[in-house]
């Protein structure tokens, strides 16, 4: 069996990749299983959909936790621990990435024991939650490397399951999951359907084990409060709002009101001020800012900015000629 995992973010066509994927696995005689994985989560959220394949009626439902394909759309997610990429791949495992990084770069960062391949990178976008057509691309090199579908096979699962996007839309994606598929050529057929395991050798379920203490109607029951606050969900963010006090007016209740992640609080002189590490970027603040005091930059250019402010400025020598520098401030 073929278990093939997409990940990127919400808006960048991980389902519809599964759907394009499985469809295709179809037309070639396969036995087929593909659904998305993800919640009540905003447009640039993590997730991920699955395929399975087979030429036998697929009797194993879930998550993938032994993929033979990891095919990431968005390189960012790689190191989000919530994006899940890494979750469950051996040296078996084929791991493609969207990047404009190389293969090699990739595999010492992540010291991955199995074969890394890079699918160039068309084109960066201010948000990346806006990567053009990268589910078909990403559908598209799937289908080669699983060395059993072929391009016509490709191509009519692309035009059935976007048809209602129009000729205009559907001929571009065309055209870009073939270019994709041809730019794995090389690596045709390397990813293979792993052995199955002994039910003996399966890996346990990921269950914790919670003591039962007293409770009116059942037990276990987690009775820790305020336990979201550890999840960091402005991970999820590509595009920050950013607060210029030079003309926020102080109405602090319209933007802190309507933040939907109560991410943004109020200080005592009665500025508001946004709580990055749970910001998602809905980009609602900005919306209804009344003086428009709140923008959006692409996140990557925000963290860019950081950087440069918390890096030491260089050294200089003292005013009159002393031979020991001074540091700027």
């Not at 990749?17 to 070639?28: D, M, P, R, V």
């Not at 395929?51 to 095919?71: F, K, M, S, W």
């Not at 946004?274 to 603040?285: N, Q, R």
Request: glycine share 8%; net charge negative; aromatic share 6%.
């Amino acid at each position: 069996m073929y278990r093939i995992r997409f990940h990127g973010r919400g808006g960048q066509g991980m389902k519809t990749a599964s759907h394009i994927l499985s469809s295709a696995f179809f037309h070639e005689g396969f036995e087929v299983q593909d659904a998305p994985r993800y919640g009540a989560e905003r447009r640039g959220a993590p997730l991920f959909a699955y395929v399975r394949a087979a030429h036998a009626p697929i009797q194993e439902r879930g998550n993938i936790t032994r993929p033979d394909l990891v095919a990431v759309a968005d390189d960012t997610l790689v190191p989000i621990p919530a994006a899940g990429v890494l979750q469950g791949v051996t040296a078996h495992t084929v791991l493609l990435i969207n990047t404009l990084e190389t293969a090699e770069a990739w595999t010492a960062r992540l010291n991955f024991k199995g074969p890394v391949l890079v699918l160039p990178a068309k084109a960066e976008v201010a948000d990346r939650a806006e990567l053009p057509f990268v589910g078909a691309m990403c559908a598209g090199a799937a289908a080669r490397l699983a060395g059993v579908i072929r391009r016509a096979s490709l191509e009519a699962a692309l035009r059935e399951e976007l048809a209602p996007l129009g000729e205009q839309i559907v001929s571009k994606n065309v055209e870009l999951a073939l270019w994709a598929f041809d730019a794995v050529q090389a690596h045709a057929g390397l990813v293979t359907e792993a052995p199955e395991l002994p039910v003996a050798q399966s890996p346990p379920p990921g269950l914790i084990d919670l003591p039962f203490e007293e409770a009116c109607v059942a037990a276990p029951e987690i009775f820790a409060a305020a336990t979201s606050v550890a999840v960091k969900t402005g991970l999820w963010r590509t595009m920050r709002p950013v607060i210029d006090y030079g003309l926020c007016s102080r109405c602090n209740w319209v933007c802190s009101t309507l933040c939907p992640d109560s991410a943004i609080r109020v200080l005592a002189d009665g500025r508001p001020e946004i709580d990055y590490d749970h910001c998602k970027g809905c980009l609602v603040c900005v919306a209804v800012c009344p003086p428009h005091a709140i923008h959006a930059i692409p996140e990557q250019e925000a963290q860019a900015k950081e950087a440069a402010v918390a890096a030491p400025s260089p050294s200089l020598p003292r005013e009159g000629g002393g031979g020991v520098g001074r540091r700027q401030t």
